[in-house]
């Protein structure tokens, strides 16, 4: 089955501590990508990838690290989390220049940062 | 750069009433355009999208959604609301050389009274 997982799926920690949010795909993808929700401003994109050891900045990037060693795996990390980056953050894939820019998205991780 | 206005963060309709969702766009070249639902505690998932091909395009669950260039409209309908309806949608647009980016409306939470 094709699929987008993350973990965790709910988090809260305190401001200062650094986590990895995990995104792996078994779609064979050669774009992934990160995006935060918040009510009322829809998603935004933090970083995205468009294959192995690329990466890039969305709209957002500021506070977060990501990294593409494998085409299946894409975290996200926060070396000091604060207050200011709970939300709820997705991971989505999609076939270079294929199927219009399509994406495909994981269930997401609810993060609350005290 | 694209951007997307979704017009009513919050629409209420009765079971069985006609479904209607706005999306306005904005692209300085021919756009890809996308509709995708979250329902409570999940992911996003496609409901449909134009790839420049028929202008009326038809998605899962009973919705369609009419390309309009004159008016840069995207507006999603279903003629009859169901309960199970009810969810958040986003529109969603991108572009043929924007390297698989999605830029997403602040989205529009749908309530179905019974």
């Known amino acids: 089955e094709a699929q987008v997982t993350q973990n965790p799926r709910y988090l809260i920690t305190v401001t200062g501590k650094k986590l990895t949010v995990t995104c792996s795909q078994n779609?064979?993808?050669?774009?992934m990508s990160w995006y935060r929700q918040d009510p009322g401003l829809g998603l935004r994109q933090i970083y995205y990838?468009?294959?192995?050891?690329?990466?890039d900045k969305g709209d957002v990037p500021e506070g977060y690290k990501v990294s593409r060693k494998e085409k299946r795996n894409f975290p996200l990390i926060l070396e000091s989390p604060s207050p200011n980056q709970t939300s709820l953050y997705f991971c989505a894939t999609g076939s270079a220049g294929g199927s219009y820019n399509e994406q495909f998205f994981g269930p997401g991780t609810r993060l609350t940062v005290l | 750069a694209q951007s997307v206005t979704q017009l009513g963060s919050h629409v209420s309709v009765s079971e069985g009433a006609l479904v209607l969702l706005r999306c306005n766009y904005s692209?300085?070249?021919?756009?890809?355009l996308f509709w995708y639902v979250q329902y409570p505690n999940q992911g996003l998932q496609l409901l449909l999208k134009?790839?420049?091909?028929?202008?009326l395009v038809k998605g899962i669950n009973g919705f369609e959604a009419e390309f309009k260039k004159s008016e840069t409209s995207f507006h999603l309908t279903k003629p009859s609301a169901h309960m199970s309806d009810a969810a958040e949608y986003f529109c969603?647009?991108?572009?043929?050389?924007?390297?698989?980016?999605?830029?997403f409306g602040g989205g529009t939470r749908l309530m179905v009274k019974p």
């Open positions: 779609m064979n993808h050669e774009y």
């Open positions: 134009y790839t420049s091909a028929a202008t």
């Open positions: 692209s300085s070249v021919p756009p890809y």
């Open positions: 990838s468009m294959n192995v050891e690329v990466t």
């Open positions: 969603a647009v991108s572009v043929w050389n924007a390297g698989n980016m999605l830029t």
